[in-house]
Nanobody, 119 residues
Framework: QVQVVESGGGWVQAGGSLRLSCAAS????????MGWFRQAPGKEREFVSA???????NYADSVTGRFTISRDNAKRSVYLQMNSLKLEDTAVYYC?????????????WGRGTQVTVSS
């Protein structure tokens, strides 16, 4: 069982920045794919970014150029640096883990952290 815990959400004005953190348990964290997803009110959960076990990273088109995913395997953590935040970035952000490293089976999820962007 892998436990995933997010932190770092909050309130920010449009144009501002926030950094989300996600800590995961597990002895082989460095092999995990770690991903960020978000769910806005009244909308389905959507993919934001992923950092796969072999090192590749990808982003949703809506956040490319503004968000950066990174990881620290020694701390078993992954981060999402969010810059130039927009009103439409308001959502609950979830971190997920795929122990296979492929990023195709997000089996473990955190409870989410709220990000609110205001004008």
């Amino acid at each position: 069982q892998v436990q995933v815990v997010e932190s770092g959400g909050g309130w920010v004005q449009a144009g501002g920045s926030l950094r989300l953190s996600c800590a995961a348990s597990g002895r082989t964290f460095e092999k995990y794919a770690m991903g960020w997803f978000r769910q806005a009110p009244g909308k389905e959960r959507e993919f934001v970014s992923a950092f796969r076990g072999h090192g590749s990273r990808n982003y949703a088109d809506s956040v490319t150029g503004r968000f950066t995913i990174s990881r620290d395997n020694a701390k078993r953590s992954v981060y999402l640096q969010m810059n130039s935040l927009k009103l439409e970035d308001t959502a609950v952000y979830y971190c997920a883990a795929d122990p296979t490293g492929l990023g195709l089976s997000w089996d473990y999820w955190g409870r989410g952290t709220q990000v609110t962007v205001s004008s």
